[in-house]
């Protein structure tokens, strides 16, 4: 549907304009329709595929409706991965710095 208001997509984080199609839920957000398709997500930090068809939790996962924040496999065993993790995640989403 048209946006009425201007947002941001929650799975690019880039800007939605207003009368730009996008998909919007009650208490999720709102995405673009390109976004909405996206059978697989990029890892937060280094932006390669995540993996999905590989992890642990695909059977319980809805890739339409997660966030964006999942890391790779690879990612996930480097040394000091919470700290690459937190550092990706502030500056993609600076409004979880607060």
């Known amino acids: ?9 929650i799975v690019c984080n880039q800007k939605i304009s207003v009368n730009e199609v996008g998909m919007w839920a009650k208490g999720i957000g709102v995405k673009h329709e390109k976004c909405a398709q996206i059978k697989e997500l990029q890892c937060v ?5 995540a ?6 939790f695909q059977e319980n996962c809805d890739i339409p409706n997660v966030s964006c924040l999942c890391i790779c496999k690879r990612c996930s065993t480097e040394k000091d991965t919470f700290s690459h993790y937190r550092r990706s995640v502030g500056k993609k989403f600076s409004i979880l710095n607060s």
Do not use: A, L, R, Y
């Open 1 to 9: 549907m048209p946006m009425k208001f201007p947002g941001t997509c």
């Open 45 to 49: 930090v280094c932006g390669s595929p």
């Open 51 to 56: 993996g999905c068809p590989q992890c642990e």
